[in-house]
């Protein structure tokens, strides 16, 4: 079967660095998406990585390695309105979405 | 990026009565459409999958005589939730994607159904 796998919930620290991990087990690979979800609103898009290796994008930075079937993402100099739902898909090899639960993280002042 | 409009953003509506919910690619050929269901603390539930001219896949547990589906042209499909019930309150969001490697899915907004 497809399997995402992520944390439920973390907590960190304003001005911190939090890591969030996401290791998958899907039926062919066709890359990997995080996304951002705040209560009540649709997810917005954050990364897509498709070959190995880290992509950095400001504050926030996602890594791949293929050959383990994981990925995570770094948030860097958390903020207050960082605390959000942080969600997992993974692309399979029919091009769907597979999605994990996604992670709930809280900011702490 | 691609802009995917979803309409309405929020409604209301009797139990029994029927809801019809809009998604728009505004600059771009959805060949593919997506259709989400998500309730509180939970992450998106896949309901379908819709290509545009052909009907749509639903996932298992889904309705399909519930939840209509309409792909009719590049750039709408539309979700009709039939006889809706209390238990169809929901937030549904559709996203939607283009053929070909390039998969990402852009969002719509989302929908916050409340059947009274």
Same mark, same amino acid.
């Given at each position: 079967g497809q399997n995402i796998d992520q944390p439920t919930e973390m907590?960190?620290?304003?001005?911190?660095?939090?890591?969030?991990?996401?290791?998958?087990q899907t039926s062919g690979f066709n890359g990997l998406f995080?996304?951002?979800?705040?209560?009540g609103e649709a997810p917005t898009f954050l990364s897509y990585n498709v070959l190995d290796g880290l992509e950095e994008k400001g504050r926030f930075s996602s890594f791949l390695s293929r050959s383990k079937g994981y990925s995570y993402l770094l948030l860097k100099e958390?903020?207050?309105?960082?605390?959000?739902?942080?969600?997992?898909?993974?692309?399979?090899?029919?091009?769907q979405?597979?999605?994990?639960?996604?992670?709930?993280?809280?900011?702490k002042p | 990026g691609a802009v995917v409009s979803q309409h309405p953003s929020r409604v209301i509506c009797k139990s029994g009565? +029927?809801?019809?919910?809009?998604?728009?690619?505004?600059?771009f050929q959805a060949t593919t459409m997506f259709w989400y269901r998500q309730f509180p603390k939970q992450s998106l539930m896949l309901m379908a999958t819709s290509n545009e001219g +052909?009907?749509?896949t639903y996932e298992q547990g889904v309705e399909k005589d519930k939840f209509l589906i309409n792909h009719a042209s590049l750039t709408l499909s539309t979700l009709t939730v039939t006889s809706a019930h209390p238990e169809d309150s929901s937030f549904y969001i559709c996203s939607a994607k283009s053929q070909g490697e390039s998969t990402e899915a852009f969002f719509g907004q989302g929908?916050?159904?409340t059947v009274v």
């Amino acid at each position: 079967g497809q399997n995402i796998d992520q944390p439920t919930e973390m907590t960190a620290t304003e001005g911190a660095i939090v890591q969030i991990n996401c290791t998958y087990q899907t039926s062919g690979f066709n890359g990997l998406f995080w996304y951002q979800q705040h209560a009540g609103e649709a997810p917005t898009f954050l990364s897509y990585n498709v070959l190995d290796g880290l992509e950095e994008k400001g504050r926030f930075s996602s890594f791949l390695s293929r050959s383990k079937g994981y990925s995570y993402l770094l948030l860097k100099e958390l903020q207050m309105k960082d605390s959000a739902s942080y969600l997992c898909a993974v692309v399979d090899s029919n091009y769907q979405l597979i999605w994990g639960a996604g992670t709930k993280l809280i900011i702490k002042p | 990026g691609a802009v995917v409009s979803q309409h309405p953003s929020r409604v209301i509506c009797k139990s029994g009565t +029927s809801v019809k919910i809009e998604c728009r690619s505004l600059d771009f050929q959805a060949t593919t459409m997506f259709w989400y269901r998500q309730f509180p603390k939970q992450s998106l539930m896949l309901m379908a999958t819709s290509n545009e001219g +052909s009907k749509a896949t639903y996932e298992q547990g889904v309705e399909k005589d519930k939840f209509l589906i309409n792909h009719a042209s590049l750039t709408l499909s539309t979700l009709t939730v039939t006889s809706a019930h209390p238990e169809d309150s929901s937030f549904y969001i559709c996203s939607a994607k283009s053929q070909g490697e390039s998969t990402e899915a852009f969002f719509g907004q989302g929908t916050r159904l409340t059947v009274v």
